[in-house]
């Protein structure tokens, strides 16, 4: 019931995204323009390789790596267009949904704003929007990006080499189990990093609305020491989701490098046998 009620809510929220659907159509296609010149340039090095290198062909070393140049101009371009078109619709739905939720805590009653609290309010308008307005654009770009990537690198290797492909296609199961392991552990965290913020901000807000009542009284060490216990459970909370993420990029390329031996591995044995052309192997 929970997981159908985030779905909803998302859904919702990105509704809100329907006002910039023409800058998200081309910040997509200019993704997948540089997604296909990313994947074109280890073609065209392989080219330069085989054809190249391997044959002392000069005129095809400066023709390819002359298309070399365009794609990678190509791809440069594309990919500052996305980032910026990619901002421009982070930012727009940021301030559209601020401006939503502001209107919406105008309109609660004394009873809602009781149920909420002061400092939930402060942190939905605040960091949580900044939250939704970031993954906004992560989405917009590398969850997008991602994919294309992986499934077009696949398939170009699948064409260029079917038998060796199967060692990347051996390592993909290992790599998602990393990252849904991962997932599953840093959510946890990452939620409860939510309710301790709100909890921070409310002793905060109690601090600074009360500070002529807490000098007359001399409770300043009492506050002082309420403050730092929850500003040291947040950053507890924090350090422990940061230390699960952070494991996620050397397990990563951990399984990248393994697979790069493997290539360099049978690969190697392929050329010898005449089955593989170096280039390719790259």
């Known amino acids: ?96 949904l601020r401006s939503a939720v502001f209107n919406k805590v105008e309109s609660f009653s004394l009873h809602e704003f009781e149920k909420f609290g002061t400092s939930t309010l402060i942190t939905r308008s605040t960091n949580d929007v900044v939250q939704i307005q970031t993954f906004s654009l992560q989405v917009l770009r590398m969850m997008v990006m991602a994919p294309l990537m992986s499934l077009g690198g696949l398939a170009m290797a699948l064409g260029l080499d079917p038998e060796l492909s199967l060692v990347l296609l051996a390592g993909m199961p290992l790599l998602a189990l990393t990252i849904s392991w991962v997932a599953r552990r840093g959510m946890k965290y990452f939620r409860q990093m939510q309710t301790k913020l709100d909890q921070l901000n409310r002793v905060l807000r109690e601090n600074l609305l009360g500070v002529r009542v807490i000098r007359a009284f001399h409770r300043e060490s009492t506050v002082q020491e309420k403050f730092r216990k929850a500003n040291e459970d947040l950053a507890e909370t924090a350090f422990r989701a940061m230390r699960i993420m952070a494991a996620l990029m050397p397990a990563m390329m951990l399984l990248m490098s393994l697979s790069s031996i493997a290539i360099v591995w049978f690969g190697g044995w392929r050329i010898v046998s005449g089955q593989l052309q170096v280039g390719s192997m790259m």
């Open 1 to 96: 019931m929970s997981r159908f009620f985030c779905g909803v809510v998302m859904f919702s929220l990105f509704k809100r995204l329907k006002p910039y659907r023409w800058t998200i159509v081309l910040t997509l296609f200019l993704i997948l323009i540089q997604t296909l010149c990313e994947l074109l340039l280890p073609t065209l090095m392989a080219q330069i390789i085989d054809k190249g290198i391997v044959n002392g062909d000069q005129g095809s070393i400066l023709g390819f790596g002359v298309q070399m140049l365009v794609t990678a101009v190509v791809d440069s371009a594309c990919a500052i267009g996305a980032a910026y078109f990619s901002s421009r619709v982070s930012l727009g739905f940021g301030r559209d």
